[in-house]
């Protein structure tokens, strides 16, 4: 597993104990059985297919959002120490230039996130009689990064992945699918103990604590369906807040804050036919959608 998938099984393991803690009161909730035991067997076949995974390694080959997130997060372990160096050395400019968030380098297209990475390398490179907490073994690590998602982003969204023999490549979708009872439980508990030990244990043991990523947000990106280029005129609305975010200038509009599950929005552009579509947001992580745009 992936450190993000890691993150996420150990909620449904934590949630999957408060289950065990909490037995009295969720067994006066007569949904909550039901749920629970598809929590359970669910965690049982993400055992084996991490076991699986763990002895077959053979041909492993990972998504283009996955190398992405790779890329930005060493990315990130660098700059962080790179900042902290610049700042000492008063050279505020070089901090300021190596000062992105992850989603710098994730939340736009895969060229453009290319781009800035080797940018950031460059300034890297550049200035290391300055960074000498930076090594030469550091700016190759970012560099192997970089190449493996360069090498992945021309091909389809999924790399072709070796079959497991057991399929380990149902961790993803088992994932998902955990994802949607920890959802059920949760809401069980806030609709029958409301405000209660219960529901205030199984917020906190659903949350994820990721590297760069505290909260479930969404990328879309709006394209021309003609042309393909990005509608930077466009605004997407969430239709359950009504809360409205404006494309930028390289067509994606992004809501940092997210709930997860299914959410549907309107997405507009003067001169376009407005479209609605459905998201299937992602706990703990950032979901990348495109819609295109037919012109009026």
Wanted: charged share 20%.
């Amino acid at each position: 597993m992936t450190s993000r998938q890691e993150a996420r099984f150990a909620a449904g393991k934590r949630i999957q104990q408060l289950t065990v803690n909490y037995a009295t009161q969720l067994a006066t909730i007569a949904e909550a059985a039901i749920e629970i035991s598809d929590l359970n067997n669910c965690i049982t076949k993400l055992e084996v297919a991490q076991t699986t995974q763990a002895t077959d390694t053979t041909g492993k080959s990972e998504t283009k959002a996955a190398l992405k997130t790779t890329m930005a997060e060493t990315i990130i372990i660098y700059t962080g120490r790179a900042v902290v160096k610049a700042k000492r050395a008063g050279n505020t400019a070089l901090a300021t230039q190596l000062d992105h968030p992850e989603k710098y380098y994730v939340q736009t297209d895969a060229t453009t996130s290319v781009a800035r990475a080797n940018a950031t390398v460059k300034a890297l490179e550049d200035n290391l009689a300055t960074l000498t907490n930076i090594t030469a073994a550091n700016i190759a690590e970012i560099k192997a990064t970089i190449t493996a998602f360069s090498e992945a982003k021309e091909q389809p969204a999924i790399a072709n992945q070796h079959k497991k023999a057991a399929g380990t490549d149902v961790i993803e979708p088992l994932l998902d699918e955990m994802d949607m009872y920890i959802d059920h439980l949760i809401e069980l508990a806030h609709s029958y103990f409301p405000k209660s030990e219960l529901a205030k244990a199984m917020d906190l043991a659903a949350k994820q604590i990721i590297a760069g990523t505290r909260h479930n947000s969404l990328s879309i990106h709006i394209l021309d369906a003609a042309t393909q280029a990005p509608v930077t005129t466009a605004h997407a609305t969430l239709t359950s807040t009504l809360k409205t975010e404006p494309a930028d200038a390289t067509g994606v509009a992004h809501f940092e804050k997210i709930a997860a599950g299914n959410q549907v929005l309107t997405i507009a552009a003067t001169g376009y036919k407005s479209q609605t579509m459905t998201a299937k947001i992602t706990r703990g992580a950032n979901t990348d959608v495109v819609v295109k745009l037919v012109k009026e």
